[in-house]
């Protein structure tokens, strides 16, 4: 008969140790962003570090997305990275989700570059359920800065704003509802100059021409340039920047793939009180 007492103490919160462990195996540290999506046979993954100008590319461009700390060794001379996924059960709502990056080191062995944590309450973000928690990808270097964001939605209105006033820069669209909504995130975007200014004559395209148009979900809005190209009859899109919300942004709605909302683009005057 089991007399253990395990059972009558109160769950822990396993994030403090696996941060612990985690500093002392790997000397470097990121803010990072994970998108997570359920795959036919695993959890594929996608992960934004902004600040080292990394991205881990796996088998999804966006999922969920719970902000955490991505810690790092070197990603110098990384190519295909092996990726195990674990999550641990916290208190009440909360998990730890710990993702491990691998490469091969020799035959027989591997060696950890880089783990991402994050705690995420599960009443907020659904977390895909885990089946093999493994797969595969490889970190790439992309150029990008960020900016803090407010996002708006007046009750009875289906049009959306989000202000970035560090960058002095504000964007709205219309979505399909008109639920009112507040609130803040981060903006992570290339190049500040392809989030172009607008003008009466040419309030909804870029200076070449090309609209961006905004694709958004409660977990993110990415904003692509729609780039006609009338001499081969086609059209492309091209990611300029992706706001990500602190708190999953509900009842935002969920657009027309076939048709994305186009955006203006403003500048950014702080309100005068």
């Given amino acids: 008969m089991d007399t253990s007492e395990d059972h009558l103490l109160p769950r822990r919160d396993p ?13 470097h540290f990121s803010t990072a962003y994970a998108q997570l999506r359920e795959g036919a046979n695993s959890v594929d993954l996608h992960v934004e570090a902004p600040e080292i100008m990394k991205r881990f590319v796996g088998g999804v461009q966006f999922g969920e997305d719970p902000k955490g700390v991505l810690f790092y060794d070197s990603f110098s001379n990384i190519s295909v990275t092996q990726v195990t996924i674990v999550y641990h059960q916290g208190v009440g709502s909360s998990k730890t989700v710990r993702v491990d990056f691998h490469v091969k080191h020799g035959p027989l062995h591997r060696k ?44 009875d209105s289906e049009r959306l704003y989000i202000q970035f006033p560090s960058i002095a820069k504000e964007v709205y669209f219309n979505t399909d509802k008109k639920s009112g ?67 999953p942004l509900k009842d935002i709605g969920q657009p027309n793939v076939a048709q994305l909302p186009e955006t203006t683009w403003l500048e950014y005057v702080v309100p005068d009180y």
């Avoid at 409660?218 to 990611?239: A, Q």
Wanted: glycine content about 6%; hydrophobic content about 40%.
């Fill in 112 to 155: 950890l570059v880089a783990r991402f944590l994050a705690r995420v309450d599960t009443k907020k973000y659904k977390l895909p359920p885990l089946r093999l928690g493994r797969g595969q990808g490889k970190w790439v270097s992309f150029r990008a800065a960020t900016s803090a964001a407010d996002v708006l939605r007046q009750e």
């Fill in 15 to 27: 994030f403090p140790q696996q941060l612990s462990e985690a500093a002392k195996a790997l000397p």
């Fill in 181 to 247: 909504i507040k609130g803040s995130g981060v903006f992570i975007f290339h190049n500040i100059m392809e989030l172009k200014d607008t003008s009466l004559q040419d309030c909804r395209t870029t200076s070449e021409g090309n609209t961006i148009v905004a694709d958004y979900s409660p977990d993110r809005i990415v904003f692509f340039l729609k780039i006609i190209k009338e001499d081969e009859g086609n059209t492309s899109l091209e990611e300029v920047g992706l706001f990500l919300p602190d708190l």
